[in-house]
Each structure stands twice: as structure tokens, then as C-alpha cells.
């Protein structure tokens, strides 16, 4: 049973923007705002500070260093191998996401710098059904740490996700073990991997490696947490506090180590992997 294909494989153009619409709203202040302006200011609106939603191709260009990315992900996308359906099969899904983000997978690896030091990252993207890990997306994962093993980098990655790919059923939840053994390999390696929650990380990727950073940064406003509100009030029978999976509450309980503005998150990795390099 092939849980891979390699047919369909295509690289990230991030020059390509998949978005051409010169205007749009802001769903929080309804001012009509000009894209480009809003692009320029790290996806925030301009006029009241409230945070856009950031593709994959936004979130990479917004941390690097300008022309910095090549993308390494493995050539892989995914198979189907449940023969999962429901309200359509789950090839035509993938199909749609790949031509809705012009991405081939919910992740992308890429070979960058970050403040001139080199390092490997993972991002993914939450248009892609859901940022769902997959065997895919495992496997990328696991690829990205074994090439910062190979090249003596840290590693990053930036999740965006629902949690586990459940069109995939048992092999999406085997790569919450898989991603978190290669982790093991990094650690043994003496090799750092920061973590960063966006908006949201939730499910088995906030149960598995997004958890497992030598530092987590949350990006101000990220929901953090395993099941949604709903269900784990409807089990316990018991409210729950109002800032329950946001950033703010992560961060009192010790989940993470700290909570960034999305403009200031490129220059504390910075900061974090200059610290890490220097002690190297
Ligand atoms: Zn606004």
C-alpha cells in the first residue's frame, strides 16, 4: 500500500501570488484597504493592527531573509490509502488544495537564512485541508530535521493546523510518533528546534512536534490547545475560563515560553538562533 506518490510533485514559486485582487476588507475594522500596503505591513491592517491570515508563501517571505528560500521538500504528495470519501473522494480534495494554494502539500520545506545564519524550515499552510498532518506532512517534517542533521543547522518549523489528517485515519496519527522520534535524533544532536504556534495549532500537531521545541514561540493571537472548547466542555460537563486556548493562557501555564507580535518575530528568531550559534 503506497502512502506516497511522486507524481504530481511541483516546487513553491514564491514569486507567484495565487491572491491578485488589489482591495480587500478588513474583517475587523470594515475599512477597504490596498493590498500591497497591507502585504508590505506584514498582513496587518494598517488601520486598526488586526492580523490577516498568512499563507505559507506570505509566512516564509515574512521571516526570512529576501531571496534566501530554496525549496528542499521531498517530491512527494499524498496517496489515498483508505480510499477515503466523504462529501468527495479524498484525491479530488488534495487536487483542489494543490490548485487553490499552488502548494503540493500542507508544508513546505525550505533552505534559508534567517539574519544571515542558515537554517532549515518547515511551514505550513492552513488552507491546505486544514494544515492537516498526513503522511505528507510527517515525512516533510521528518525530512527537514534530517537535512538540518546533515547540514549542522537548527531547525524551525511554523505550524498552522487542525491536528491530525483524518482522511488518513491511523497513518496520520502515526507521524505524531514518527516526527516526535526524529526530534529525538535532533536532541541527540545537540542541534536547536524552535517551534512556532500560529493561528491556530490545535489537535496532534500541537500534540506532538509543535510542542517539542527546545524554545515555543507563540505568534500573538495563536490558539493553542488539543480538542476544541466545545467538546471538552460538553465531556467534563464544566465551563471553561474565556481566554482557554489562547495565547495569553498557554503561556501562564508554562506551554510555551513566550508570545510575539507577528512584526517582531523575525528579529527574535533572530535573537534565539543567534544565542543558540554563539553557544555552538
Ligand atoms: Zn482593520
Not at 541527540?188 to 527546545?214: K, N
Request: aromatic share 8%; with cysteine; charged share 25%.
Amino acid at each position: 500500500m503506497a502512502i506516497f506518490k511522486d507524481r504530481h510533485y511541483f516546487r513553491v514559486n514564491l514569486e507567484k501570488k495565487t491572491d491578485e485582487s488589489l482591495w480587500m476588507k478588513c474583517k475587523s475594522c470594515g475599512e477597504l484597504v490596498f493590498k500591497r500596503r497591507v502585504r508590505e505591513n506584514n498582513n496587518i491592517c494598517p488601520h486598526c493592527g488586526e492580523y490577516f491570515f498568512l499563507t505559507a508563501q506570505e509566512r516564509i517571505e515574512s521571516l526570512i531573509d529576501k531571496g534566501s528560500f530554496t525549496d528542499i521538500s521531498k517530491p512527494i504528495v499524498a496517496s489515498d490509502p483508505l480510499s477515503f470519501q466523504d462529501t468527495k473522494p479524498y484525491p479530488q480534495r488534495i487536487e483542489e488544495a494543490q490548485e487553490k494554494t499552488a502548494l503540493a502539500s500542507a508544508i513546505i520545506i525550505g533552505s534559508v537564512t534567517i539574519v544571515g545564519i542558515p537554517v532549515v524550515m518547515g511551514v505550513m499552510d492552513f488552507r491546505f485541508i486544514g494544515g492537516s498532518m498526513g503522511a505528507v506532512m510527517g515525512e516533510q517534517i521528518c525530512h527537514g530535521m534530517e537535512e538540518a542533521i546533515r547540514c549542522r543547522q537548527s531547525f524551525i518549523l511554523v505550524s498552522s493546523s487542525g491536528g491530525a489528517r483524518i482522511q488518513e485515519g491511523l497513518f496520520a496519527l502515526l507521524q505524531m510518533a514518527k516526527t516526535a522520534a526524529v526530534r529525538g535524533r535532533l536532541a541527540e544532536e545537540h542541534l536547536p528546534f524552535i517551534s512556532i504556534m500560529t493561528y491556530p495549532t490545535t489537535g496532534g500537531v500541537q500534540a506532538s512536534i509543535a510542542s517539542l521545541g527546545d524554545i515555543i514561540i507563540a505568534e500573538k493571537g495563536a490558539m493553542i490547545g488539543f480538542a476544541g472548547r466545545r467538546v471538552i466542555q460538553n465531556t467534563i460537563a464544566e465551563e471553561l475560563p474565556s481566554n482557554y486556548q489562547t495565547d495569553a493562557f498557554a503561556l501562564e501555564h508554562g506551554l510555551i515560553d513566550r508570545v510575539v507580535n507577528r512584526e517582531d518575530l523575525r528579529e527574535e528568531l533572530g535573537k534565539v538562533l543567534g544565542f543558540f550559534v554563539g553557544a555552538q
